[in-house]
C-alpha cells in the first residue's frame, strides 16, 4: 500500500512507487526494434508523443555526478486548452493534474520493460538535484531556446518523463541538426519582451523566483513564439530563407 503522501510527484519527496514487477535479477542489455517498436505504440496509446534516447558518457556522468548510462525520454504535449487558459492558481493546479497523470503511465512503460527482462527505473522528474535538460541534450534530439525551453520537433509545449535503463542498443542520434535554434533566437527575442513579470535578467538568465509558470501556469513567453505558433519546421523554413 502506498503511503497517501507519496502519490504525487513532489519536490523534494522521494518518486511515488506505482511499479508492478520488480526488477530483474540479471537484466538484459540488448532490445529488438520489435519490442522497442511495441514501447513506441505503449507510449502512444496514452497520448505519448514519441520516445527519445540518450546515452550518457563517462565524462558527462562525472561531470554530473550520476551514475546511469542509459535513457528513455517519453515526451508529451500540454493539452492545448489548458496553455491557452488565463494565468491563475486553478490553472496552475490543473497544468500539475496533467502532468501527475501523465507520469504515472512511465510506471506502466517501466513495468513493460522490467517484464521482458531489462531494468528499468523512473528518474524523479522533479529532482533539483540532477539536470533533466542535459541529460535530454545528450539525445541530440532536442535545444534550449532563449526562453530557457527545452525544445523538441515534437512541439515547444513538450514535456517530458524520464526512464534508465540497463538496455544498452537504443537508437541514440548521432548529430543535433537543431543547433541553428539559438541563431535565430537571437534575430527574435519575442519570449523577454512579452514576459508579463520581467522574469529575465540583463543577461536573459530566467529567474525561477519571479517566473510564474508553476504557481499560475504562465504561459505568455511560449505562446507567442514562433516555434509554438507556427511549429518547428516552419520556422525552419523561415531560417532557411531568412539566410540566403
Ligand atoms: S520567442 Fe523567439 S527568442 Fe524566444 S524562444 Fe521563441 S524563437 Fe527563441
Ligand atoms: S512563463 Fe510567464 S513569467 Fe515565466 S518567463 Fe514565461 S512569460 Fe515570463
Not at 512541439?155 to 541563431?183: A, K, R
Request: with cysteine; glycine share 4%; aromatic share 12%.
Amino acid at each position: 500500500m502506498i503511503d497517501a503522501s507519496f502519490e504525487r510527484f513532489r519536490y523534494h519527496k522521494p518518486l511515488p512507487n506505482f511499479y508492478k514487477i520488480e526488477n530483474p535479477q540479471i537484466p538484459k542489455r540488448e532490445i529488438s526494434d520489435n519490442l522497442l517498436f511495441e514501447l513506441n505504440e505503449l507510449a502512444e496509446k496514452y497520448n505519448f508523443t514519441g520516445i527519445s534516447y540518450s546515452k550518457l558518457s563517462d565524462d558527462f556522468k562525472k561531470d554530473f555526478n550520476i551514475d546511469i548510462d542509459n535513457v528513455l525520454i517519453f515526451k508529451f504535449l500540454m493539452g492545448d486548452n489548458l496553455i491557452k487558459m488565463e494565468p491563475c492558481p486553478e490553472k496552475g493546479k490543473l497544468m500539475d493534474d496533467e502532468f501527475q497523470e501523465y507520469g504515472v503511465h512511465v510506471y506502466e512503460f517501466a513495468d513493460f520493460l522490467r517484464k521482458n527482462g531489462f531494468q528499468a527505473d523512473l528518474i524523479h522528474p522533479l529532482d533539483d538535484n540532477l539536470s533533466l535538460r542535459a541529460i535530454a541534450m545528450q539525445s541530440n534530439d532536442c535545444v534550449i531556446t532563449r526562453s530557457n525551453m527545452c525544445l523538441f520537433k515534437d512541439g515547444l509545449h513538450c514535456g517530458f518523463f524520464m526512464i534508465h535503463t540497463s538496455i544498452d542498443n537504443l537508437p541514440v542520434i548521432s548529430e543535433n541538426d537543431m543547433l541553428w535554434v539559438p541563431d535565430f533566437c537571437s534575430t527574435c527575442g519575442v519570449c523577454i519582451d512579452r514576459c508579463p513579470e520581467n522574469a529575465f535578467d540583463e543577461n536573459e538568465k530566467l529567474l525561477r523566483k519571479v517566473c510564474t509558470a508553476h504557481r499560475e501556469g504562465c504561459n505568455e513567453c511560449f505562446l507567442k513564439c514562433p516555434f509554438y505558433r507556427r511549429g518547428y519546421d516552419k520556422v525552419k523554413k523561415r531560417y532557411e530563407r531568412m539566410k540566403k
